[in-house]
């Protein structure tokens, strides 16, 4: 059997006839297994498969002038992460329940500058992430917004921006691919905040610095049959139930992790 990757890729962009475009989608990746949501707002997916394949995905896709300079994660997989390939229209490519989609240029910072921004005292380092994603691994500096739901986190927002404000303080967010910081960081200016985003995300921060552990502490969980993976974007031996165990909805979750598991 061919060795197996990974790819995680988004990109907003304004999409007049989404349909079309999911169509497209699923004609270029044919040969993968995964998951893509298409809106108006862009497109966001993940997807698994031969390395040639992705790269046929990937040229096929940037042939598109709309998805010009998306960015693609790679990483190779000892677990099948998908049984099978989904390509859905969605009314938003990412569920936050606030207006926006693509940072700002100059809200961007990348994974070395974010390092030396982290250290600094005038900081909210803030996880824009589940709480349970968070309890299996964080930067070492970081707040936990207590999100059950991706929804949770504009409320969690609200509540402290006036805190920070007076403070003086730099919201600096991380997600895990970037997508979700990029969608909330202009509904968060709108707010009056000075906001800093990982650009790229955990993934991007682990592919480009080879020592990520000074600044991270634990895993970073993966909406796959992976589960979790180490800085050096390894799998890792953590369990869906070890991630899951004593959350309210943990039972849920667990049942769609064996779902997803059982249907390789």
Not at 74 to 95: D, G, N, Y
Not at 160 to 172: C, D, P
């Amino acid at each position: 059997m061919a060795p197996i990757f990974h790819i995680s890729f988004y990109k907003f962009a304004a999409l007049h006839e989404p349909h079309a475009v999911a169509a497209h989608l699923r004609l270029l990746a044919a040969d993968l297994l995964g998951s893509v949501l298409v809106a108006d707002e862009g497109v966001n997916g993940v997807l698994a498969g031969s390395a040639q394949a992705l790269d046929a995905f990937e040229r096929g896709l940037l042939a598109d002038t709309r998805f010009a300079g998306m960015v693609f994660k790679r990483s190779a997989c000892k677990t099948v992460p998908f049984a099978r390939l989904k390509v859905h229209v969605k009314p938003e490519i990412v569920a936050v329940g606030v207006p926006g989609g693509g940072a700002s240029p100059d809200t961007r910072v990348s994974p070395e500058a974010w390092r030396r921004l982290i250290a600094q005292d005038d900081v909210v380092v803030l996880d824009n992430r589940n709480s349970f994603e968070y309890r299996l691994g964080r930067f070492k500096k970081a707040v936990d917004p207590g999100v059950a739901n991706f929804r949770d986190f504009p409320r969690y927002v609200e509540a402290h921006a006036a805190q920070w404000q007076a403070e003086g303080k730099t919201v600096a967010m991380y997600c895990t691919g970037g997508i979700r910081c990029e969608k909330t960081s202009a509904w968060m200016r709108g707010l009056g905040l000075q906001v800093r985003e990982l650009e790229g995300g955990i993934l991007n921060y682990f592919q480009s610095l080879p020592d990520a552990e000074r600044e991270w502490e634990g895993e970073c969980f993966v909406f796959d049959n992976r589960i979790a993976l180490d800085t050096r974007l390894q799998e890792t031996d953590t369990t869906a139930e070890q991630v899951y165990a004593d959350e309210p909805d943990g039972e849920w979750r667990l049942q769609r992790a064996r779902r997803l598991d059982a249907s390789r």
